[in-house]
């Protein structure tokens, strides 16, 4: 049978405001890529060449990441609106037989051991092959969280894996210990998708279908018609199918994963670096900021780009810092506080009393109070992001001593 990826690229990103500009999944999160590259680099090589459904506002965004790309050359779907993921997938896969095992791939996921993954995925295939369901990868919790779906599942022995009693999409009111988070990955044959969406919503599958046909295909990219889609109320994979299928499995994930369409994630992994890095009282705080949730303040423009405020507590506060091509931070030092940058995206050049240190995606840098610091981004093009975390007993932007500046602050 063959094996048709289906990579789901057309989010606003709107959950990790301001970070996601462009949207969160053509930034370079942690990485030297961004993460649709990532994503892509993860599918095995047998597959066929992948199909990726995208915003036709995305067009030149996706154009220039793939060309940057070394790979099979995918199919792009360039969507004239906000069509939800059930009309994605059914798009994408509207000219696949009817046996052929589809994989669909979110392009927000951290995920660490490729190789683990594939094998995952590998499980999840076997078993599609051999049953007439959607087969998905769930992962117990890392803490409580509304952001996710979560899934009720039992142990069948009989199929090697779980049988899916129920499906919550995102809860106001977290559930038990016995659920696992939906991580949004999903393996099926096309004939049983397109046996879900003709029953559940024959509008939808008619309008798909005949779009396709009428579609205009350009360099391997998809034009649909704007009017085809007029009708089509959004609504999502997990909302349409996922809820209301009766025929669902599950496999549990055997690889790291963080899904970073949220800043709880990019916190999870903010932890993890540090902790790879430093035994300090900083985890104490980070644990606790990550199980809650977040909400992301206002941008405070400075002359080196903008900051914006991600956690706050007692004695500790997590920034969120854009420091836009060749700008830098004025040569500072802080009395009552120690801080952490943690590299998001780019290089920092960082004045640190009376060495400079170069540093990339995923390093750590600790700053202790009264020592002599700056940061530098010598890049012409591209945006330096950090992750900034403040310890101390006295946090305050009062708690800044300028001794040199390029914008006149002293």
């Known amino acids: 049978m063959p094996i048709q990826s289906v990579l789901l690229c057309g989010g606003v990103g709107s959950r990790l405001w301001p970070i996601s500009q462009p949207p969160k999944q053509f930034c370079k999160v942690f990485s030297d890529n961004t993460m649709l590259h990532n994503t892509l680099s993860r599918l095995h090589k047998s597959y066929n060449p992948p199909i990726i459904t995208t915003n036709i506002t995305y067009e030149s965004l996706i154009i220039?990441?793939?060309?940057?790309?070394?790979?099979?050359?995918?199919?792009?779907?360039?969507?004239?609106?906000?069509i939800g993921t059930a009309a994605s997938i059914l798009l994408a896969i509207a000219d696949c037989c009817d046996d052929t095992i589809?994989?669909?791939?979110p392009t927000d996921h951290y995920i660490e051991n490729k190789v683990d993954f594939q094998k995952c995925l590998e499980q999840a295939i076997t078993i599609a092959k051999s049953n007439d369901a959607v087969v998905i990868i769930g992962k117990k919790p890392n803490y409580p969280s509304s952001e996710f779906g979560y899934i009720k599942a039992v142990y069948n022995d009989t199929i090697s894996c779980y049988?899916?009693?129920k499906f919550i999409e995102k809860p106001l009111n977290i559930p038990s210990e016995e659920y696992f988070w939906n991580l949004g990955i999903f393996i099926f044959k096309a004939k049983y998708y397109f046996s879900e969406?003709?029953?559940?919503?024959?509008?939808v599958y008619k309008t798909c279908i005949e779009s396709r046909k009428n579609s205009t295909t350009q360099n391997n990219l998809v034009y649909l018609k704007d009017e085809?889609?007029?009708q089509i109320h959004p609504v999502s994979f997990d909302y349409m199918i996922m809820q209301k299928t009766k025929k669902a499995l599950m496999i549990e994930a055997t690889f790291d994963w963080i899904d970073v369409g949220t800043w709880n994630g990019i916190l999870s992994i903010v932890e993890r670096l540090i902790k790879n890095h430093f035994s300090s009282s900083v985890l104490y705080y980070m644990k606790d900021v990550v199980s809650d949730n977040i909400a992301v303040k206002e941008k405070v423009v400075k002359p080196w780009g903008f900051y914006s405020v991600i956690a706050k507590r007692e004695n500790f506060?997590?920034?969120?810092?854009?420091?836009?091509?060749?700008?830098?931070?004025?040569m500072q030092l802080h009395k009552h506080r120690d801080e952490y940058y943690v590299i998001l995206s780019g290089t920092a050049c960082i004045t640190l009393n009376t060495k400079i240190h170069t540093i990339n995606q995923s390093a750590?840098?600790?700053?202790?109070?009264?020592s002599i610091h700056r940061i530098e981004n010598?890049?012409?093009d591209n945006a330096l992001q950090i992750i900034e975390i403040q310890i101390g007993n006295y946090i305050s932007e009062n708690d800044i001593i300028r001794l040199f500046d390029n914008y006149g602050r002293v």
Not at 102 to 105: G, R
């Open 102 to 105: 589809i994989v669909v791939l």
């Open 64 to 82: 220039k990441e793939l060309d940057s790309v070394c790979l099979q050359k995918p199919t792009v779907i360039l969507e004239p609106a906000q």
């Open 228 to 230: 085809d889609f007029m």
């Open 317 to 330: 506060l997590i920034k969120y810092l854009h420091i836009n091509p060749a700008r830098a931070t004025s």
């Open 163 to 165: 049988s899916v009693n």
């Open 378 to 380: 010598k890049s012409n």
């Open 197 to 203: 969406v003709t029953k559940l919503a024959p509008n």
């Open 364 to 370: 750590v840098i600790e700053i202790s109070r009264l």
